[in-house]
């Protein structure tokens, strides 16, 4: 239980009029794969090789030794959206080997994003459309301890922000970056972990917006662990 309590104690107050935002897509990872759209039906399942499910921040989490792939999301835009989600990794920071959490679109295409935990140990968001714009946070997690990790990304605003346990970690914004017309047709093939960089941990409450959060929305949705 510990391990537990450390992400919630460690998150940030925010205003009491400030709620979670409704995702697009989550996946509970509550003992299946299955996706859910904002009106709480079953939309799609996730593919995993023999799936393990463990005990989680809330109810089972999906314990992913490989790589697990997400469908397509046709109404999903790439011009800005938020990721968030509980994780709870194997490792730690200085295992001298890359761990892939996140990753979407197609390396050298209109549009890639990556989120991972890098060799020299640092977490890294990278955006690419087709221009990289990286944001990097320096020794955040603990081998066995939950923590809620969350990115946005808006390609109008030439920005990008990684947020942990509810709190901004790290943002970068780029004047050259801003495309107010941006639009890509590139498939998602969204994965998390991949085959030479394994996420090597477990995923609870994953969340897909289609649209930036702002701080005080992921403060909240850090905060609201126990409802999958």
Not at 24 to 30: K, L
Not at 154 to 171: C, F, L, Q, T, W
Not at 210 to 215: A, D, E, M, R
């Amino acid at each position: 239980m510990t391990h537990k309590l450390t992400a919630l104690l460690a998150l940030p107050l925010f205003s009491a009029g400030v709620f979670a935002a409704s995702p697009d897509a989550r996946i509970p990872f509550d003992g299946s794969a299955a996706i859910f759209g904002p009106d709480g039906k079953e939309i799609a399942q996730c593919t995993v090789s023999a799936p393990e499910y463990v005990d989680g921040v809330s109810g089972k989490a999906l314990n992913a030794q490989t790589p697990v792939r997400l469908p397509e999301f046709p109404g999903f835009e790439k011009r800005e959206g938020a990721v968030s989600f509980f994780f709870r990794p194997d490792w730690e920071m200085n295992d001298g080997r890359s761990h892939r959490l996140f990753e979407a679109g197609r390396f050298l295409s209109a549009f890639y994003l990556s989120f991972v935990k890098t060799k020299s140990g640092r977490l890294e968001l990278s955006v690419c459309a087709p221009e990289q714009l990286q944001v990097i946070v320096d020794d955040v997690l603990n081998a066995k301890q939950w923590v809620h990790l969350a990115f946005s990304w808006s390609i109008p605003k030439g920005e990008a922000v990684i947020y942990i346990n509810g709190k901004e970690a790290g943002r970068k914004t780029l004047e050259s970056w801003k495309k107010a017309d941006y639009v890509s047709d590139a498939p998602w093939n969204i994965l998390l972990g991949t085959a030479n960089a394994p996420a090597d941990g477990a995923y609870d409450s994953l969340k897909l917006y289609n649209k930036q959060l702002s701080g005080g929305e992921v403060a909240a949705d850090a905060r609201a662990k126990s409802k999958k």
